[in-house]
């Protein structure tokens, strides 16, 4: 083999390295692109999840807020509702009060609702010796009837006559007054109380009042307000 067959097969083996070579390096470029664009492509799918779970975070947010912001204002309204509500069966209260003061004020229907009164509150303890309290300008009208009130008692109660004092020491509260309307105050009635003062029977207009409106409470707001809640 002469040099010029020697000269040409070196070529030839270069240039088969070469294209080998090119068509390596061509493969890992191809490759190498291939993998950036998977690469690229899950960077971004991860971004856009990352996106779609921040939106979704926040957008559960806002839904949490708005639900507190309306369970607050439902809550609100309600508050204002039963304000409203109290207000009205307060007023009704405190309206019927008033009119108990006109009570005492016709002379001969108080004096029997008096007697009346001493008679239940003497049914209640049934105290041999008892102390009667009233107002103080109620005690000449009570006075007229305990004698017959201890009689009404001792008749329905088969008992003996009890023993009834008036307590001269200590009154119950005047009439409510509109100079000074925060004072304790009483519309009328009595209270009596065991010799020993354990046993306590509260018979005033108040008492009564407060315990009939406590009774007829659910009724009443019924009444008022069941076309509210439908």
Excluded: W
């Amino acid at each position: 083999m002469n040099n010029t067959d020697v000269s040409k097969q070196i070529q030839q083996m270069v240039r088969f390295i070469r294209q080998e070579a090119e068509e390596k390096a061509n493969e890992i470029s191809v490759s190498a692109e291939e993998e950036f664009q998977i690469e690229k492509l899950q960077l971004v799918e991860a971004e856009k999840k990352k996106v779609r779970q921040e939106y979704e975070r926040k957008t559960k947010q806002v839904e949490v807020r708005k639900k507190i912001e309306y369970s607050m204002q439902l809550n609100a309204s309600r508050i204002k509702v039963l304000q409203a509500q109290d207000d009205v069966v307060s007023g009704m209260k405190e309206s019927a009060r008033k009119a108990l003061l006109k009570i005492s004020g016709d002379k001969n229907n108080y004096k029997k609702l008096l007697k009346g009164l001493i008679v239940q509150s003497l049914l209640r303890l049934k105290e041999p010796s008892v102390l009667l309290r009233c107002r103080e300008m109620d005690v000449a009208v009570v006075k007229l009837v305990v004698e017959e009130a201890k009689r009404e008692y001792t008749e329905k109660a088969k008992v003996r006559t009890p023993n009834i004092t008036i307590d001269n020491n200590v009154y119950l509260p005047p009439p409510p007054s509109d100079a000074d309307p925060h004072r304790s105050s009483c519309s009328g009635g009595v209270v009596l109380a065991s010799g020993d003062g354990k046993i306590v029977c509260e018979n005033t207009l108040d008492a009564r009042l407060d315990v009939i409106f406590r009774q007829k409470l659910p009724e009443i707001r019924k009444q008022l307000f069941s076309k509210m809640s439908q």
